[in-house]
């Protein structure tokens, strides 16, 4: 079992910058793919990005370029660096941690960003 916690989510203005943070617990040794997806009001969970515990890292096209995920294996922690934010960044942005074949998530955490 594996337990994440999101922080860091919150108000931000059109072009401003937050990190979102998500620490794992319990089983994290196991964990193979550490990510983050965001939901908006109406629309399907979708991927935002992810990284393996190698380092390697995949993006969605919408957000390439702005965001940054890295991960550190000691502090079991994912970080979500997100700069030129948008209004269309306006999420509930959740915490994936894949152990073989199985995703956990975590509470999500709400992004809103304001024009």
């Known amino acids: 079992q594996v337990q994440l916690v999101e922080s860091g989510g919150g108000l931000v203005q059109a072009g401003g910058s937050l990190r979102l943070s998500c620490a794992a617990s319990?089983?994290?040794?196991?964990?193979?793919?550490m990510g983050w997806y965001r939901q908006a009001p109406g629309k399907l969970r979708a991927l935002v990005a992810r990284?393996?515990?190698?380092?390697?890292?995949n993006y969605a096209d919408s957000v390439k370029g702005r965001f940054t995920i890295s991960r550190d294996n000691a502090k079991n922690t994912v970080y979500l660096e997100m700069n030129s934010l948008k209004l269309e960044d306006t999420a509930v942005y959740y915490c994936?941690?894949?152990?073989?074949?199985?995703?956990?998530w975590g509470q999500g955490t709400q992004v809103t960003v304001s024009s």
């Open positions: 319990g089983s994290t040794f196991s964990i193979n793919i």
């Open positions: 994936e941690a894949v152990v073989l074949l199985k995703s956990y």
């Open positions: 990284i393996t515990r190698s380092g390697e890292t």
